[in-house]
Nanobody
Framework: QLQVAESGGDSVQPGGSLTLSCTAP????????IGWFRQAPGKEREGVSC????????EYADSVKGRFTVSRDNSKNTVYLEMHSLKPEDTAVYYC???????????????????WGQGTRVTVSS
């Protein structure tokens, strides 16, 4: 089964920036829609952003629109989530995942995504 891994999580102050990476050691992500999700303490996992296989289509949750940017470099087999103007409410474990189908999916629906990484923790506090 495809294995994905997130990296780049850290502790930052409000207003700071951070870039997360999603890779698939030993495999390729180039054929997959990739979703970014996050789960804050005591809350359900929620969709943050997703990107089409070639990177031509992206979607964002309203809560991060204008602050986060998803991109990919298929030559490096990596998908990125660039985060700016971070807020305390962005604190969560962030996950990347592959969609089951590139033709029919809901960017914010956890059930539409299959292979998940272990997550990387982002903490935003003073």
């Amino acid at each position: 089964q495809l294995q994905v891994a997130e990296s780049g999580g850290d502790s930052v102050q409000p207003g700071g920036s951070l870039t997360l990476s999603c890779t698939a050691p030993g495999s390729t992500l180039q054929y997959y829609v990739i979703g970014w999700f996050r789960q804050a303490p005591g809350k359900e996992r929620e969709g943050v952003s997703c990107i089409s296989p070639a990177g031509g289509s992206t979607e964002y949750a309203d809560s991060v629109k204008g602050r986060f940017t998803v991109s990919r470099d298929n030559s490096k087999n990596t998908v990125y989530l660039e985060m700016h103007s971070l807020k305390p409410e962005d604190t969560a474990v962030y996950y990347c995942a592959t969609a089951y189908s590139p033709r029919s999916y809901d960017c914010h629906n956890v059930a539409d995504f299959g292979s998940w990484g272990q997550g990387t923790r982002v903490t935003v506090s003073s």
